[in-house]
């Protein structure tokens, strides 16, 4: 049986309000198992004892979750070991990471990007601000804060398809807790 994260895009913003235990109670009516959540923030870990494929189970997710929510939920799917190594990626020198008043981030991507995809992005990092595309994620590290942040997070979803972000050390401490 696979263990999965579901990273979910907007979860408790403005009115998408969900507790954990709720979250929790949908994913195991949807027949999901050992499900549980990481903080608030639409981080959820399960077990599919179906063994459903990762592409039709991604779109169960999202259709169930969305009738059941009554808004529209992304969902950005990825098994325990794909975690794993998202949390073992280094794309960044330790003395760029040192150097910033940003955190790192990890765009979490419906679909691996294509070579035009990858050149407008990285043409709309803000100057000193560092992005890596690898796979499904796209690595970034501003310089700023997010809410300081100059990057242009439209042009972003243009150019790489809607996408849900986490800090890279979230990622690390879901790996660390759920997946190894």
């Not at 408790?12 to 507790?19: Q, S, V, Y």
């Not at 073992?88 to 940003?102: L, T, V, Y």
């Not at 992005?121 to 997010?146: C, I, Q, Y």
Request: glycine share 10%.
């Amino acid at each position: 049986m696979e263990r999965y994260v579901a990273f979910l895009r907007g979860m408790n913003l403005g009115n998408r309000r969900i507790k954990n235990p709720e979250l929790v109670a949908h994913f195991e009516a949807m027949g999901l198992e050992d499900v549980a959540t990481f903080r608030a923030s639409g981080n959820v870990v399960f077990v599919d004892p179906a063994g459903e494929a990762e592409s039709k189970l991604g779109a169960r997710l999202e259709r169930e979750l969305d009738e059941r929510l009554g808004y529209d939920v992304a969902v950005f799917l990825r098994s325990a070991k794909e975690v794993v190594a998202i949390a073992a990626r280094e794309p960044f020198p330790a003395r760029a990471i040192g150097a910033s008043k940003g955190k790192p981030q990890v765009v979490l991507l419906g679909r691996k990007p294509s070579a035009k995809a990858k050149k407008e992005v990285l043409d709309l990092a803000p100057e000193g601000d560092l992005m890596v595309l690898e796979g499904r994620e796209l690595h970034w590290l501003p310089t700023v804060g997010l809410s300081e942040t100059e990057l242009d997070t439209k042009a972003l979803d243009s150019a790489l398809g809607k996408g849900t972000t986490r800090t890279a050390g979230t990622i690390e401490q879901i790996a660390v807790k759920y997946c190894g």
